[in-house]
């Protein structure tokens, strides 16, 4: 950017101790002026993707052990906070299943795959189950951030004698299921390119996801593949159970309310 008279005084607060930032307010000095490339790179600082977000995305596939251990004992700065890791990358989730219908076929396919009938299925249960979906769709945004407080707990229990406080297992979890989506991207992106695999899209989800949260409890907790898988299961299908029976419980009582 060309560069600009360099201010004597904050143009904040008007501190004349200032260098590269004011150290009354903290604001950062600026003496040159905002090309196109100094506008993206404000817009990458904004956003903490010049280091952050792409440095957490590369080693949470690389050791997420290392980077869960090194957010734990205090060295934050290379990595993205996890919860706004996990806002960015689900967003993204979110926008690509929703935009390209891969979220209605893999409703349409699971229900397929359990052996859904809905000849045999009462239409009280069919109008339950339509309202649960039309909830489940109009509120996807929220699941990760109810989700993970809920499997925080199962995850607390199962890894007791590690004797982490309830809040590090958030962290935990929170690097984890946000790299879970970021895997989901990926796999989005190949169901977008070759449609026909979207009748596999849950199998090919489930496996994936199965496999990184074993991978990532395995990296971090040691002990046994076999020990991390079935942490991971606990951690997984205990949240989601209780996130199930939330659900559930709301569109009753919302059911109940309307009628």
Known sequence: MPDLPKPNQCPACQSSAIDNYCSNCGQKIYNKRFTLKGFLSVVGVALNLERGFFFTLIWMFRNPGKVIDDYLNG????YL???NYLLIIF?????MILSFNIYDSSIETTSHFLGTDQRSTSPETLEFQKRYMELARKYINLIPLIMIPLASLFSKWYYRRKQLYYGEHLIINTFIFAQIFAVSIILSVIMIAAPRLLAIYPLLSAGLS???FTYSYYRYFGKSVFNAFLGAMVMYLGGFILLLLIFTIVLAI???VRS
């Not at 060295?75 to 290379?78: A, G, Q």
């Open 75 to 78: 060295r934050t700065k290379p």
């Open 91 to 95: 967003g993204i989730y979110a926008f």
């Open 81 to 83: 906070n996890p919860l």
């Open 210 to 212: 199965a496999s990184y």
């Open 254 to 256: 919302w059911l109940q």
